[in-house]
């Protein structure tokens, strides 16, 4: 009897390009790739752009609060109030 090495595991192998794993998950916004090139105000992560905000840390607990109730990220419950806000009368 002899041993034979165990074959590697071929995820996604058979399937077409448009279909892998890992074309899925390389072209989710947040995959790491990281384009410079963008309007010049941040740096462009996937669709959307990568901003640095300041804010006062009694507002950031809140915000990580809020966002761990509604199990959110910050920077979706930040784009959330932001879209709110401009939907708004008083930004109209």
């Given at each position: 009897?002899?041993?034979?090495?165990?074959?590697?595991?071929?995820?996604?192998?058979?399937?077409?390009?448009?279909?892998?794993?890992?074309?899925?998950?390389?072209g989710a916004p947040d995959?790491?790739?990281?384009?410079?090139?963008?309007?010049?105000?941040?740096?462009?992560?996937?669709?959307?752009?990568?901003?640095?905000?300041?804010?006062?840390?009694?507002?950031?607990?809140?915000?990580?609060?809020?966002?761990?109730?509604?199990?959110m990220s910050r920077s979706?419950?930040?784009?959330l109030a932001v879209n709110?806000?401009?939907?708004?009368?008083?930004?109209?």
């Open positions: 009897m002899t041993i034979k090495e165990r074959p590697k595991p071929t995820v996604g192998a058979n399937l077409p390009s448009s279909k892998r794993p890992s074309d899925f998950v390389n995959s790491g790739k990281v384009n410079r090139k963008g309007s010049g105000r941040g740096v462009t992560v996937g669709k959307k752009e990568q901003i640095p905000v300041i804010m006062a840390p009694d507002l950031l607990s809140r915000l990580d609060e809020v966002a761990g109730k509604l199990s979706a419950v930040i784009t709110q806000f401009l939907k708004s009368e008083i930004a109209q």
